[in-house]
Structure formats: structure tokens, C-alpha cells
């Protein structure tokens, strides 16, 4: 398949490594993966703030983006960016008048698959070990983001997988539908709330023993890998995605105090 990346903007700016990782595991399933030029975001920051006209030029622009490039589906790695394209700005292009906009808008979202939802509704992956090679000898706890289990229904895919790894001490995590307490310009607009969120979230994640803490959204492993460094532990967050792309030959080394992964190996 011809797949094009999402790579989102909190990815692309802040860790790039999850946007190599799912071209990693794309690549080595025997894919194409493109990029298309232009995106930048998907303007659910803005939605979520009230800057709706400022959401529909964004959305204008993905839109455009992606309609460029001929590909058969488009992957991304994050929950909450794939729901903001089928959930979001199909509304903003609506609101402003435009309903060719929203038709092309859903076209493209229903063609936009949320990474694990790619690879086992798509492209049948049920065993990372067997059929990615994915090996990651760590303590491993999961953290399930809100937009992926609401509003996409992902239910325990990402988990699913990440417990197939080769190597993997999984531990579940209490609590685990409860939010994180980031949901955006929420979690300074509502610091004491967010705080008091997170707290229960970094509680639970301690209590399970495990070094790490994966998920499928890196604004809310960003959150709760702040609130872990903030609190001393020395729990470590990272995206499932760079689990899934760690391999014997090309291991997955966790170190520093936030989220900071490294590819060893060739």
C-alpha cells in the first residue's frame, strides 16, 4: 500500500522520533510510506479554544495538503489528531458556510486511520513479536488517551499490541480510563484541576512497579512524563509506536528524565 503520514504538529515539532518510528513499522510490513508537503496541523487546538476562524483556514489547508498525493490511506500517530478530522473539522467547514469543504473533509477522515487502528483493522497485524520482530525486555505500564477511547472507539488496540512485544512485562494500570488532566490550553486554564489529574495518574502509574509508561498520544505522555520528573521517579513515558519498532538487532534504549528514547543498533 501507498500509505501517507500525518506526522501531527506536537510530533513533528517536539518528538520526531514517533513520526520515524511508525515509518519504521510501515516500511518494514513492506509499504510505501509519503509525506505530504504542507500540513501542519490539524486545528483541533484552535477548535478546542474557540478560534474557529482561525480552525477553518487550517482545515482548508489539510485538506488541500493531502488531496495532493495520490496514496490509499493515511496514518497518524495519535488518537486525538485522527478524531479531530473525522469529529472536528468536518463542523468547522460547516460552520463557515463551505459544505464542499465537509464533504472533502470526510472523505479524507475516513481514509485517516489512527496508528494501531491501521495495523490490525487494516493490515491484519495481531503479533508484534511474530510478524514486526518488536522486542522491549522492560517493566511496561499503558496509558489510554481520551480522544482514541471516546471518540475513536479504539478500545484496547494499542495495549493489544504493546502486550505482544517480545520481551514485555506488561502491568495494567488502575484507573486507566480516567483522563489525564492535559487536554490542551485546559491544563493551564484549569491548572489546579489538571494538576490534581495528573497527580492520580502518576499514582497509579508508580503503584504498578513498571519503569514505563506507553500510550498512543504524546501531548498526554508529555503531561504525565512532566508530572512523573516533577515528582522525582524515575518512570520514563514513551509512545507505543517506538515499543512496536524496537527490534533485537535495533534496540529501543530509554533514558533521561522525559520521554527520551534513542534507536541503538545499526
Keep these: 500500500m501507498r500509505i501517507a503520514l500525518f506526522s501531527t504538529c506536537i510530533v513533528d515539532g517536539i518528538y520526531p522520533r514517533v513520526a520515524k518510528a511508525t515509518v519504521d513499522i510501515l516500511e518494514r510490513l513492506g509499504h510505501e510510506v509519503v509525506y ?24 482548508k489547508n489539510h485538506v488541500k495538503s493531502f488531496e495532493a498525493w495520490d496514496f490509499d490511506v493515511a496514518v497518524a500517530p495519535s488518537g486525538s489528531c485522527v478524531a479531530s478530522l473525522g469529529h472536528q473539522q468536518p463542523m468547522i467547514a460547516r460552520r463557515a458556510g463551505d459544505e464542499a469543504l465537509a464533504v472533502r473533509a470526510e472523505n479524507l477522515a475516513a481514509r485517516t486511520f489512527e496508528l494501531s487502528e491501521l495495523l490490525i483493522d487494516v493490515l491484519g497485524i495481531t503479533d508484534a513479536a511474530e510478524q514486526l520482530g518488536s522486542y522491549f525486555p522492560e517493566h511496561v505500564t499503558y496509558h489510554s488517551s481520551c480522544h482514541g477511547m471516546r471518540l475513536l472507539h479504539l478500545g484496547t488496540r494499542q495495549s493489544d499490541l504493546v502486550k505482544t512485544v517480545e520481551g514485555i512485562n506488561f502491568t495494567e494500570l488502575e484507573g486507566l480510563e480516567q483522563c489525564c488532566g492535559f487536554g490542551g490550553t485546559f491544563s493551564f486554564k484549569n491548572a489546579d484541576t489538571s494538576g490534581a489529574m495528573v497527580a492520580d495518574k502518576i499514582k497509579h502509574v508508580k503503584e504498578t512497579g513498571a519503569s514505563i509508561c506507553t500510550g498512543g498520544d504524546v ?20 509512545h507505543f509506536a517506538e515499543i512496536l519498532a524496537s527490534t533485537k538487532e535495533n534496540p529501543l534504549t530509554v533514558d533521561g528524565p522525559v520521554s527520551l528514547a534513542i534507536s541503538g543498533g545499526k
Aim: aromatic fraction near 6%; charge should be negative.
Design 36 to 59: 505530504p508537503a504542507g500540513q501542519t496541523c490539524c486545528s483541533q487546538m484552535h477548535v478546542n479554544s474557540g478560534y474557529f476562524d482561525d480552525a477553518y483556514t487550517i482545515v
Design 219 to 238: 501531548s498526554c505522555l508529555m503531561n504525565i512524563g512532566g508530572a512523573l520528573s516533577r515528582d522525582g521517579s524515575d518512570v520514563r513515558t514513551i
